[in-house]
């Protein structure tokens, strides 16, 4: 990591005319922000960088060829502090250096300069753009940062602004401590957490009256993130101060809570090793990384959550579908319109089900392999049709079926079907039955989506029941009048990002991906999260089902093929994961790569006790733990960040 240059004194600013005018800035705005369009800041003079290598840039553009390397084999690129460097960070930054001995390979990764201007980094050395350039010197008061916003006048790109304060030397400056105590003294890591939360509030309301005296006004609650807006005439600014040592005291499904700091959005996740570095410096490079990485393949700065990204994502899409009258603009909420007889829970669950092994799966059996569709919902979500609109309310089994039978295909909608007892169709005894609300020995009526609806029409070899219309008695539906692949070119973002990820072996950026289309489709279905007006068109709780159920269709034709071509059947299925006892050399995965297709996530070789425990099982539940036990040790490295159960409940 390269050393500090020369820094140019916080309140000795040149006088210079700013590289864009404020009212130039993209006009993007936030998720959860008011209408962006004429926003700007004060034009304040545009600070003078540096032109010296960036900080911890590992070589130049093509340095992604170091990856080929061993660590200790990579050149050592950084340069001697001359005269006029901080001797005190020059220490500072030979000591990471010298404790990185195997660093990640995407710490390696260059920076780019796409996040430039948009967003800077505050460390308690100094400040940064996120490519690295040095601005300022430390940041100790208020006053100064809000000098520093108004001088950078940086403009929204999806999101507000953003000014990332990294480390806690970084927060002692602007006197943002907080002390709630510490984890090995609780036994509830969410007791800690909301304690941090509160004190953490106190403390910026506390500390903030300077930025509000000089005319900053708050949205919302001080937090982990600090929502600042300031209007001058006919223009609002925004800026979001995103406080890094506290993000964890947030709680969010996103984040992954389950007594332990989970994944914390493109901050990255302790217990996969992909958050940032320990140490401030290279912290601060690697962030400003990733927030050019968000720029360049994602179009947006990441948002407070990985849904909150995703939903920016969207957003960016819809403005510019609006400004050049081409594809489709979904700006209204889809809540599920109100039915008769509505199932409790998810309108389309998931599936989750485990039988009792049979001597014919365990007498060649050497291994237990889960397998797993490739961010099975990022697929499903760029190839479905999906409504939008008011549903036209259908009663009578006429009208409805005659809706079902239209000579397009079935339009999108949801459907009150009869689901025939299972045991009077010819199904295969080893698997699940074809819908989670279906039962063996009794009809049910229940509410489900047209590509359930659809699916349950296809041949049993294709996963689904061969059932007529007539079979499944349709007897009212909710119809839209409008539908379209309304999250194709999102998916197709959120694919090619991941592909560049996948590329460069950088797990951090891949497990962000994932965080942002798992958070952002399993929040569709909370109206809670998206009640600021111009967030509404998000709630698509049918969206999401219809998502859930493409994926378990598809899963359970995939297990219809894996039995004809290998003869074996699954013992558990999870969501999109499924686990089968495979003889030693069966590889009944998909060789495409393509998202959707499924692809190895855990093998492991079955003891003889483990094979001893699944033999003599009595009921699932101790399937279930002989299954766990077998995972248990390969859980860490073994886990994909495509397991589509985390964070969409």
């Not at 720029?295 to 609006?322: C, F, M, N, S, W």
């Not at 909608?413 to 025939?420: A, K, S, Y």
């Not at 029409?457 to 839209?480: C, F, K, N």
């Not at 952002?520 to 109206?527: C, E, S």
Request: hydrophobic share 40%; net charge negative.
């Amino acid at each position: 990591m390269s050393s500090p240059w020369e820094q140019i004194p916080l309140f000795t600013l040149p006088d210079t005319t700013p590289k864009a005018s404020p009212e130039s800035a993209e006009k993007d705005g936030s998720p959860d922000a008011t209408d962006q369009e004429g926003v700007t800041d004060e034009a304040g003079p545009e600070p003078t960088v540096a032109t010296h290598p960036d900080f911890g840039e590992p070589g130049d553009a093509d340095s992604h060829e170091q990856e080929a390397a061993g660590p200790d084999e990579q050149e050592d690129v950084a340069e001697t502090p001359t005269d006029t460097e901080s001797p005190e960070l020059a220490s500072a930054e030979a000591e990471a250096d010298g404790d990185a001995v195997d660093p990640p390979v995407w710490e390696a990764l260059p920076a780019g300069e796409a996040a430039d201007g948009h967003a800077l980094i505050v460390t308690a050395a100094g400040t940064y753009t996120p490519s690295g350039k040095e601005l300022t010197g430390p940041v100790d008061s208020l006053e100064k940062l809000d000098k520093l916003i108004r001088w950078a006048s940086l403009t929204p790109l999806g999101a507000p602004a953003q000014i990332w304060v990294v480390g806690l030397a970084a927060c002692e400056l602007l006197g943002w401590v907080i002390d709630p105590g510490s984890e090995d003294d609780v036994d509830d890591m969410e007791a800690l957490r909301t304690r941090a939360a509160t004190e953490l509030t106190a403390t910026l309301h506390a500390t903030l009256p300077p930025l509000l005296s000089a005319g900053w006004e708050l949205r919302g609650e001080p937090g982990h993130v600090v929502h600042l807006s300031r209007t001058i005439g006919n223009f609002t600014s925004m800026v979001d101060v995103v406080i890094e040592p506290y993000v964890w005291t947030y709680w969010n499904k996103d984040f992954g809570w389950h007594n332990r700091v989970g994944d914390m959005g493109v901050l990255g996740s302790p217990a996969a090793g992909t958050y940032l570095p320990d140490d401030d410096l290279p912290a601060a490079r690697e962030l400003g990384r990733r927030l050019a990485w968000c720029a360049q393949h994602l179009g947006v700065l990441p948002g407070p959550t990985p849904a909150r990204t995703g939903a920016a994502i969207i957003d960016k899409i819809k403005r510019e579908r609006t400004r050049s009258g081409k594809g489709i603009v979904v700006t209204t909420a889809g809540p599920v319109p109100p039915l008769d007889g509505a199932p409790r829970g998810d309108l389309e669950p998931a599936v989750g089900w485990t039988r009792v092994p049979q001597a014919s799966d365990l007498e060649d059996a050497d291994r237990l392999v889960s397998i797993d569709q490739r961010a099975a919902y990022l697929a499903s979500a760029g190839m479905l049709e999906l409504g939008y609109g008011q549903p036209k309310h259908l009663t009578g089994g006429s009208a409805a079926a005659a809706a079902a039978s239209g000579a397009k295909g079935t339009p999108f909608g949801l459907w009150r079907i009869t689901l025939p007892p299972g045991q009077t169709l010819s199904l295969p005894e080893k698997l699940p039955l074809p819908h989670p609300h279906m039962l063996a020995d009794q009809p049910v009526q229940t509410w489900v989506t047209t590509v359930t609806l659809d699916a349950l029409r296809e041949p049993v070899a294709d996963g689904g029941i061969g059932a007529d219309l007539d079979d499944l008695d349709i007897t009212e539906a909710w119809v839209y009048p409008q539908q379209g692949r309304v999250l194709d070119k999102w998916a197709k973002i959120l694919r090619e990002a991941r592909k560049t990820a996948v590329d460069t072996r950088d797990a951090a950026m891949k497990g962000f991906i994932g965080a942002c289309y798992k958070g952002y489709i399993g929040r569709m279905v909370n109206p809670d999260m998206w009640t600021a007006t111009r967030m509404q068109h998000h709630h698509q709780p049918l969206w999401r089902a219809s998502i859930i159920a493409h994926c378990r269709w598809r899963g359970r034709r995939v297990a219809m093929r894996i039995a004809r071509e290998h003869h074996r059947w699954p013992v558990r299925t999870v969501t999109d994961s499924w686990v089968y006892l495979l003889p030693e050399g069966q590889d009944i995965s998909d060789p495409s790569e393509a998202l959707g297709k499924m692809t190895v996530e855990k093998d492991v070789a079955l003891t003889d006790t483990l094979l001893a425990s699944m033999a003599s099982a009595a009921d699932v539940h101790e399937v279930n733990l002989a299954i766990k036990a077998a995972f248990t040790d390969n859980q860490d490295a073994a886990a994909d960040d495509d397991d589509e159960g985390a964070g969409v409940d």
